[in-house]
């Protein structure tokens, strides 16, 4: 069955002078536009393509890679708005819309955005929503603390950053909890540290705590050899000195300096 909004591995049906005809099955043909094609594809081929509506709103094939595919997370940048919506560069030549209604804000051109990729029941056109949390599972997680997961993030707190985790499940990360400079829209690896009984995730940035100290003691060492075999700072130097030199808490600076 044909994915739209997803990559598929579709039959090359006969070569016209724009382009190739792939089987769509139910769908029909789906033309590969000539400007993808090469001399080596022919008939009988099959050859993997993404789908999507063009301009005119009919099925259209591309060997081009978009940013996101349907059910994605994806941050995004909007190129311009009308009375309809935003429209974001997603990597294809028709943009990709979010109607007023799944805005969370009014979008502005030239900002980018955390959205979600969905394929819209009624019309089948592929459209984006900003409102995220409708697209999160809500379920308990079937995660536990001490496991490393992906880390979308993608809005500044008061408490913290809020994250996609797995691209399933809502989390935090406190801003105490970090010690490096983080930006919406990034993806970042991080460790669970508490599962909240509403199935909320609070995590810590990077690997579990062991992979941590591994790595920082790796690290205090490198740094010691460069300063000559002798460094200022030890368990008495402020949290903020041992911040900006091994973007590590003191707690974990202290542990290694002393095992």
């Not at 990077?206 to 200022?232: F, H, M, P, Q, W």
Request: proline residues 3%; negative net charge; hydrophobic residues 35%.
């Amino acid at each position: 069955m044909l994915q739209i909004g997803k990559f598929n591995e579709l039959e090359i049906t006969h070569r016209v002078d724009f382009g190739l005809y792939l089987d769509g099955g139910e769908e029909g043909e789906i033309l590969l536009p000539l400007r993808y094609a090469t001399q080596d594809m022919k008939p009988g081929d099959k050859i993997n393509a993404f789908i999507y509506r063009d301009s005119e709103d009919r099925l259209i094939a591309t060997t081009e890679k978009p940013y996101a595919h349907v059910g994605d997370f994806a941050f995004l940048r909007v190129n311009a708005t009308n009375n309809v919506g935003a429209f974001l560069d997603w990597g294809l030549p028709k943009d990709l819309l979010v109607p007023f209604r799944e805005q969370k804000v009014r979008m502005v051109p030239g900002r980018s955005y955390t959205v979600y990729v969905y394929l819209d029941d009624e019309t089948q056109r592929i459209v984006a929503s900003a409102k995220l949390q409708k697209f999160l599972d809500n379920k308990i997680p079937d995660i536990k603390a001490g496991d490393e997961v992906k880390a979308r993030i993608y809005q500044r707190t008061e408490l913290g950053y809020k994250v996609i985790v797995n691209d399933l499940f809502s989390g935090l990360i406190y801003h105490n909890e970090i010690f490096s400079e983080v930006n919406i829209g990034e993806l970042h690896h991080a460790t669970v540290k508490t599962v909240r009984a509403d199935g909320k995730i609070d995590l810590v940035l990077g690997k579990s705590t062991r992979n941590r100290v591994n790595d920082l003691a790796d690290d205090i060492l490198d740094y010691i050899e460069e300063c000559g075999g002798r460094i200022s700072l030890n368990d008495s130097s402020s949290p903020e000195e041992i911040r900006e030199t091994f973007q590590c808490s003191k707690k974990d600076f202290t542990f290694n300096s002393c095992s």
